[in-house]
């Protein structure tokens, strides 16, 4: 038996709903949320992609955030960089319970220039060596290096014990994918103690898994350090002249060859029914950042927002609850297999399959299908939306068509090849609020 108290602590019951032990209150959570997230297209011109609003009254970054707080990781920094307003504002909003006399607190980290005035993050691994100093400060034992661009929920104290039960330097969680999408993952192999033999961050051609030619085991973008180790490691390549001063292309494939690097599956440490496939979404593209926010509005969705043993926390504006007005047969308010959030109102107007975010307002006679609308759209009477991206404060003017002629649209939205037109307040001609 392990006669480490902290590891003892944290391999509680799989039953129990987190495991919160001295292993998760002695580390350090670093979020990377400086991505611009491109392929996102307009939804990212005025917020990074971390701050794009998810799920109906989220954004993107409270998952990995909630997962830290549920986790028992109250000592978090916010690394940000890209158009990082609209994402500071929220964290300073939503995320500024943590009690400081507590040692408890999530630490924006802007891109400040503090190594090289000539310099911001220039990669992964630069942006945490940029705040060593900040982390030396905190005196973690473990360095818990995040993503804040992901769906999912994961328990940190799972990983954190088996990054102590194997003794590890560093420890890499993982996820299978299907072999023609490794090519944008970093993609390793493992032993059958689950040692990571070898590591490519996007290969050309990817490994597959042993038996299994049609999958690969891909690096999550998160990874487990000890302190001091990272400390380490992080100086080595800040020196070296030629590294591009990447986690997955330059930092982790060092330690591969010369210490002890582990996997974790996330199939170990998802939260959710452990006999369903665990839940992990890069919403990069607008293709995928749509299909998950429709797989909330399914009756039995993959994800589930409303397990009370694991919150996803965030910050909203207090509203009213959503309404629904008029009952006439050519006039009435519903709305069907969709997600209404406060401070809607859907007057004499049908919606279907559609997410809404706060303080939307749907006028009477209008059709929403397959749709995601974002805060403060007005919709005005006898329009149709069919799988739109509406962004935030947008007005579709009275008797608009999206989505019925792709032709049509593409002279004035953005449709990607699957079908689904993206809108913004630009594209109407409308103005644009840099506030987002």
């Not at 006399?101 to 060596?129: C, H, K």
Request: hydrophobic fraction near 35%; glycine fraction near 6%.
């Amino acid at each position: 038996m392990n006669s480490n108290p902290a590891l003892s602590t944290s391999m509680q019951s799989a039953r129990d709903p987190r495991f919160v032990s001295q292993l998760t209150r002695n580390t350090f959570a670093m979020v990377l949320a400086g991505g611009r997230g491109s392929r996102l297209h307009q939804l990212t011109d005025w917020r990074s992609k971390p701050a794009v609003p998810f799920g109906g009254k989220f954004r993107i970054i409270d998952f990995t955030l909630s997962n830290c707080v549920n986790s028992g990781i109250r000592r978090v920094g916010v690394a940000t960089q890209y158009k990082s307003q609209s994402l500071i504002r929220h964290l300073q909003l939503g995320w500024s319970f943590l009690d400081g006399r507590l040692d408890e607190f999530i630490e924006i980290m802007p891109a400040q220039q503090q190594v090289n005035e000539s310099q911001w993050y220039r990669g992964t691994a630069d942006a945490v060596y940029q705040n060593l100093r900040e982390i030396r400060h905190a005196k973690p034992d473990y360095v818990l290096v995040l993503s804040g661009d992901h769906i999912y929920r994961m328990d940190y104290g799972r990983i954190l014990a088996a990054h102590l039960e194997h003794n590890a330097d560093v420890t890499v969680a993982c996820i299978e994918v299907p072999i023609e999408e490794a090519k944008g993952f970093g993609v390793m192999a493992v032993d059958a103690n689950q040692r990571v033999v070898s590591f490519q961050e996007k290969p050309v051609a990817p490994q597959c898994m042993p038996g299994r030619p049609d999958t690969a085991l891909a690096s999550m973008g998160i990874y487990v350090f000890n302190a001091r180790f990272l400390f380490e490691q992080l100086q080595r390549d800040a020196d070296d002249p030629i590294s591009s001063h990447d986690f997955g292309m330059n930092v982790i494939p060092h330690c591969v060859k010369r210490y002890c690097t582990y996997a974790q599956s996330f199939v170990e440490s998802h939260v959710g029914d452990m006999d369903k496939p665990a839940y992990w979404r890069d919403v990069g593209t607008l293709d995928a950042y749509w299909e998950a926010n429709m797989d909330l509005v399914q009756v039995t969705p993959q994800l589930n927002l409303y397990d009370n043993n694991w919150p996803i926390w965030t910050w909203q504006p207090q509203q009213p609850p959503g309404k629904f007005v008029f009952d006439d047969d050519d006039r009435r308010g519903t709305a069907v297999d969709s997600m209404v959030s406060g401070g809607c109102i859907i007057s004499g107007s049908t919606v279907r399959r559609t997410m809404l975010f706060s303080s939307v307002h749907v006028h009477s006679y209008s059709l929403i299908e397959d749709s995601i609308l974002l805060p403060n759209v007005q919709v005005g009477r006898h329009c149709t939306l069919k799988k739109c991206i509406i962004d935030k404060n947008c007005v579709i003017p009275q008797g608009m068509q999206i989505g019925v002629d792709p032709t049509a649209d593409r002279k004035r939205f953005h449709v990607t090849d699957s079908g689904i037109t993206l809108v913004s307040r630009e594209m109407l001609g409308q103005d644009v609020s840099p506030l987002r």
